[in-house]
């Protein structure tokens, strides 16, 4: 445990930041399981919003910015085989 002051301050601003990161991870996460799960229309809807969730995850440096662009174009890749084997 700290002892000095701001220690003890920074503890309790990471904890915070933490809780707050442990979120926009949670919500990234939960849009690509929900944009995989989509089918037809909803599914370029929902990869909007997987876009959005990935992009603010990067953003805030929950990821990194070349680990969004990967997530984001397997995502893509992944809706396109869908929505293609969906046609046949």
């Known amino acids: ?3 000095i002051k701001s220690a003890k301050k ?3 601003s990471s904890k915070r ?3 707050q990161n442990d979120l926009r991870r949670d919500a990234m996460r939960e849009a690509i399981r929900n944009t995989k799960k989509a089918t037809g229309n ?4 929902a990869l909007s919003l997987a ?8 953003k805030r440096g929950i990821i990194k910015k070349n ?3 990967r997530k984001k174009s397997r995502l893509a890749v992944t809706i396109r085989q869908l929505t293609e084997s969906a046609k046949k």
């Open 51 to 58: 876009y959005q969730a990935i992009d603010k995850a990067a």
């Open 67 to 69: 680990a969004a662009a």
């Open 42 to 45: 909803e599914a370029k809807a």
């Open 10 to 12: 920074a503890l309790r």
């Open 17 to 19: 930041k933490r809780i």
């Open 1 to 3: 445990m700290p002892i």
